[in-house]
T-cell receptor, first 111, second 116 residues
Framework: EDQVTQSPEALRLQEGESSSLNCSYT??????LFWYRQDPGKGPEFLFT???AGEEKEKERLKATLTKKESFLHITAPKPEDSATYLC????????????FGAGTQVVVTP | DAMVIQNPRYQVTQFGKPVTLSCSQT?????MYWYQQKSSQAPKLLFH???????NEADTPDNFQSRRPNTSFCFLDIRSPGLGDAAMYLC???????????????FGPGTRLTVL
């Protein structure tokens, strides 16, 4: 059975304190891995899509990487506005395009 | 800006009283999705439309129905809401999913449903 697990569940950072979030997956075949940011009471906002092991993408203070078993979302020198829940989702090769989400990592960045 | 719009943002209904949530999109995507998300949980797919072709997830209760009158609009009907249906309901859209291509799903802001 396909599984997506995110860790840690919650992360509290000081402003400027870099850290990484983990998304590990066990799937029959990966078509794509997605990262979303979700603010409280809002819908997920698309950040990145990664397709193959070794791929990296960056946006401002965020950098996403992908291996054959997991993805990392690195947050460099975070600011309070980076506080959000970060969701990872995978799309597998034998599905029509359905996303399987992890439960998310809630990040709080304090000044 | 092209976007996914959901109305209302907050909906309060009474136990057993039917409710309809709406979603519209200006992205001209042919696939639309409805998700249910409860507090601190991952979004759970209820169903999706590929054009007018309706696809129900196996574990979606019969209490949930959907309509898509045209490309731009999609509705979620909850026929007899129970207390357990209180959640955030998210609409998403994507481009064509045929051919094994990866297409990003774009989400609306959600509708928070409260059942009294």
């Amino acid at each position: 059975e396909d599984q997506v697990t995110q860790s840690p569940e919650a992360l509290r950072l000081q402003e400027g304190e870099s850290s990484s979030l983990n998304c590990s997956y066990t799937v029959s075949g990966l078509r794509g891995l997605f990262w979303y940011r979700q603010d409280p009471g809002k819908g997920p906002e698309f950040l990145f899509t990664l397709y193959s092991a070794g791929e990296e993408k960056e946006k401002e203070r965020l950098k996403a990487t992908l291996t054959k078993k997991e993805s990392f979302l690195h947050i460099t020198a975070p600011k309070p506005e980076d506080s959000a829940t970060y969701l990872c989702a995978v799309q597998v090769t034998d599905s029509w395009g359905k996303l399987q989400f992890g439960a998310g990592t809630q990040v709080v960045v304090t000044p | 800006d092209a976007m996914v719009i959901q109305n209302p943002r907050y909906q309060v209904t009474q136990f057993g009283k039917p409710v309809t949530l709406s979603c519209s999109q200006t992205l001209n995507h042919n696939v639309m999705y409805w998700y249910q998300q409860k507090s601190s949980q991952a979004p759970k797919l209820l169903f999706h439309y590929y054009d007018k072709d309706f696809n129900n997830e196996a574990d979606t209760p019969d209490n949930f129905q959907s309509r898509r009158p045209n490309t731009s609009f999609c509705f979620l009907d909850i026929r007899s809401p129970g207390l357990g249906d209180a959640a955030m309901y998210l609409c998403a859209t994507s481009r064509d999913i045929v051919g094994g291509l990866v297409h990003t799903q774009y989400f609306g802001p959600g509708t928070r449903l409260t059942v009294l």
